[in-house]
């Protein structure tokens, strides 16, 4: 019989380098108008945009959100919603209506970008 031998932890996940300079605009959605169809989900060349449960029921009303640490501002989700919720927005804008999102979202118990994406 050989011995086991323990095996080395398995290496984190790479973090994404710094962004040499940010976008001049973000991707933001209007989550009155959302519906968590997804459509815009498969078109993020960068995987920034996540499903959201519901406030009241995590299985109803789910909403989608977008990160913009990772964001590049590319449009390229704002089309294909059907509902028209996606816009862009100039980058100090965006910062600022984020803030205020995260702000209801946490005096409403509701779940906040930082539950959305973790860091690891």
């Not at 406030?55 to 509902?83: A, F, H, M, Q, S």
Request: net charge negative; proline share 13%.
């Amino acid at each position: 019989m050989s011995p086991e031998v323990a095996k080395p932890p398995a290496p984190a996940a790479p973090k994404a380098p710094p962004r040499r300079k940010p976008p001049k605009q973000f991707a933001m959605i209007d989550e009155n108008g959302c519906t968590g169809c997804e459509a815009c989900v498969q078109f993020c060349p960068v995987d920034c945009i996540r499903l959201l449960p519901g406030t009241k029921d995590p299985n109803v009303n789910k909403i989608c959100r977008i990160n913009l640490d990772l964001c590049i501002g590319c449009e390229l989700c704002v089309k294909p919603c059907p509902w028209e919720t996606i816009y862009m927005l100039p980058f100090a804008e965006a910062l600022e209506l984020n803030e205020s999102q995260a702000w209801q979202a946490e005096d409403h118990k509701e779940q906040t970008f930082a539950d959305a994406f973790p860091v690891s």
